[in-house]
């Protein structure tokens, strides 16, 4: 197996590195890794141990990721590794986040050749299912290489990582899906050991930079699923991001360490309206019962793009405006 010496790092005393790629800022000694587990210090220089280590890959809708504002109904080459940088006691991934699955070593080259060659209807390269930040080197030289091939970069993030790893990043991503996992910090501090302000800033940068962004929140039962605190983080992303930003409400069911029953479909109806009282776009996920994943023109309600179960057709965009009334989206297609 390669590894690659991990960009973003100091050395400290007695062999001993600080990791400056999350606000984590973990301190290693020789031998052991970072919170995220895939970072490790080997007598004093900090390794990135899952650079190019695929563990995952399928061809998915875009819709999966979930993404339903940039190509809708295209696919994408999606692919995963090991590690996260957060400690979500819901995680619906963490074989792969938390576990040691077996992976598969694929340069950057090898695998925008192989997307090219073996799924060639694919519009690009979804990094997703574990935390892609974690191989920073690996997202960065494979997402410069699928660009020289014309393909899209998508990444399926939790958003924690430093502002200047992520600045470096961003004008190869076309696309991002980030986490807002819930909207206190002691929610994050609880469920994830991060810090919501980081994340809230990086959400900010991603979409400055002109990086088409969605926003995806699990709701757990009880403890990030008060309506009144679903609007306060809408008209938060309103302010910052702008009104037109997707956000996915996705039902939770039990995983990991946390085993309360789902979410129930009342809870997600309730704060589908609380965030569609400041947002022109919300969805839910996970619950097909609720049918809220199609688009509508927030100007003349007209159906825009159907899905249901899965498939998705388009009704009436005229590029990214509403064939109808001529209302702008912010639909990349
Ligand atoms: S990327 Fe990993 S090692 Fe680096 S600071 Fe974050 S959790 Fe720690």
């Not at 969605?214 to 009144?228: F, K, R, S």
């Amino acid at each position: 197996m390669k590894y690659r010496e991990a960009a973003y790092y100091q050395p400290i005393e007695n062999e001993q590195v600080r990791c400056l790629l999350c606000p984590h800022r973990c301190v290693i000694s020789s031998g052991k890794t970072g919170i995220c587990g895939v970072r490790r210090n080997r007598a004093g220089r900090l390794l990135a141990e899952t650079y190019g280590h695929c563990a995952s890959f399928a061809v998915d809708p875009m819709e999966k990721k979930p993404l339903y504002h940039f190509h809708p109904g295209m696919l994408i080459f999606s692919v995963g590794s090991r590690g996260c940088n957060l400690s979500c006691r819901f995680c619906q991934n963490h074989s792969l986040a938390h576990g040691q699955p077996d992976t598969h070593y694929l340069s950057p080259r090898d695998l925008v050749a192989s997307v090219l060659s073996r799924a060639p209807e694919s519009i690009g390269i979804a990094f997703t299912y574990n935390e892609p930040l974690v191989s920073f080197e690996f997202l960065l030289e494979a997402s410069a290489e699928a660009a020289q091939n014309n393909l899209k970069t998508v990444v399926v993030s939790n958003g924690y990582i430093n502002n200047e790893p992520l600045q470096k990043l961003l004008p190869l991503v076309n696309a991002f899906n980030i986490d807002l996992k819930g909207y206190s910090q002691e929610y994050y501090q609880k469920f994830t050991g991060g810090k919501l302000e980081q994340v809230k800033r990086n959400i900010i940068s991603a979409k400055n930079t002109g990086c088409h962004v969605e926003v995806t929140t699990l709701l757990i039962p009880g403890e990030n699923d008060d309506p009144q605190e679903i609007e306060r983080m809408a008209a938060w992303l309103a302010a910052e991001a702008g009104r037109d930003v997707p956000l996915h409400l996705s039902r939770y069911f039990p995983a990991h360490k946390l085993d309360s029953p789902p979410t129930p479909l009342k809870t997600m109806e309730q704060a589908y309206h609380a965030a569609l009282k400041q947002l022109d776009f919300v969805y839910l996920g996970n619950a097909p019962e609720l049918d809220k994943s199609s688009t509508s023109c927030p100007r003349c309600n007209t159906l825009i793009i159907s899905r249901s179960w899965g498939k998705v057709t388009i009704e009436n965009l005229n590029e990214d405006s509403c064939a109808v009334c001529g209302k702008e989206l912010s639909i990349v297609s």
